[in-house]
């Protein structure tokens, strides 16, 4: 049995980073959120007026806190939270690759050791899941979220 020859577009194409792995909801949302931000800003204005990080980050923060303590939506704009803060991500990596980032970020006198710190302390985690193997609390969520805390009087 002889295999059907394959295309000389696969072989090349093959090897070339593939876009379609981004979800498309991913793409929408952001393209969501990019529209507010054209509406209020203008387009691309990142490109041409630069962006500091320390914004970027911020906002973005500002949004997964938001999302994170039940807002979903912004009350105004009813742009997903997550939607902005993706976007805020792109407008830094965009305006990172076209040198429109001003890199504001705190000092780092040893750039790696922020991310060695974090590793350090799955060594830590892994110690009080041991520590609390036996303890069985609840562990609450937006779903247990009540009107009023269950305060004893």
């Known amino acids: 049995m002889s295999e059907k020859p394959t295309n ?3 072989v090349l194409g093959s090897k070339k980073i593939s876009l379609s792995l981004v979800p498309w909801t991913a793409i929408i949302g952001m393209a969501t959120a990019f529209l507010e931000g054209a509406l209020k800003y203008g387009r691309f204005n990142w490109r041409v ?3 500091r990080a320390s914004i970027y980050v911020d906002a973005n923060l500002r949004h997964l806190a938001k999302y994170f303590n ?3 939506r912004d009350k105004a704009t009813r742009v997903h ?3 902005n803060a993706m976007a805020c991500l792109a407008i830094m990596r965009d305006a990172e690759v076209y040198g429109c980032l001003v890199d504001d970020r705190v000092p780092a006198v040893d750039p790696d050791r ?3 710190f974090i590793d350090e302390q799955e060594s830590i985690v892994e110690h009080l899941q041991t520590l609390f193997s036996a303890h ?3 562990q609450y969520t937006i779903a247990d979220t009540a009107t009023e805390c269950d305060i004893p009087y």
């Open 49 to 51: 007026k630069g962006v």
């Open 70 to 72: 039940g807002q979903t």
């Open 8 to 10: 000389p577009k696969d």
């Open 114 to 116: 922020m991310a060695e």
């Open 136 to 138: 069985n609390p609840h």
């Open 81 to 83: 939270h997550l939607d």
